[in-house]
């Protein structure tokens, strides 16, 4: 049973991680492209592929993680590594649902203003700066919580 839950959170992390990653990719190129339908569209398809994802990706992680340690001993959250993995997932999980999620509701409503308009509101460069400050440290706490997973330093 615990290489099942073994394989579940490591798929979760691939689909959490991966999706993250990639909409950053895909608004990136959006933004770049200056045009207000693209960038409303993708700004709604990374907005519901973070539902999609990136929601069931965290909480497959939460569930197998917890299980697997419950399946081991409890005591493991001493090691410093699981219990910074953890403490770095949940301030990922506090920036995504804080920040990230109200930008990215912003930035859907503002693109779609400005394909109304034919032009983005300068607002939008602004909620957009704060997505890719917010949304990389969102990304690179995760990465880092995959070499402590996978290293295991210290023990």
């Not at 409890?74 to 910074?84: D, K, T």
């Not at 301030?91 to 034919?118: C, D």
Request: proline share 5%.
């Amino acid at each position: 049973m615990f290489q099942v839950l073994l394989v579940l959170h490591t798929l979760a992390a691939i689909v959490f991680v991966g999706n993250i990653i990639t909409a950053a990719f895909w608004k990136s190129r959006a933004d770049r492209s200056g045009n207000p339908e693209t960038i409303a569209a993708t700004a709604q398809a990374i907005l519901l592929a973070d539902y999609v994802f990136t929601v069931p990706g965290a909480v497959g992680l939460v569930v197998t993680g917890t299980l697997m340690i419950a399946m081991t001993d409890w005591a493991r959250f001493e090691e410093p590594w699981l219990a910074s993995s953890l403490a770095l997932l949940l301030l990922t999980g506090a920036i995504w649902l804080g920040i990230l999620v109200p930008l990215q509701q912003r930035m859907v409503e503002l693109s779609r203003q400005g394909v109304t308009r034919g032009a983005l509101d300068p607002s939008y460069t602004r909620a957009s700066r704060r997505w890719a400050l917010f949304g990389g440290i969102a990304t690179a706490l995760p990465i880092v919580v995959l070499f402590l997973m996978v290293l295991k330093p210290g023990s």
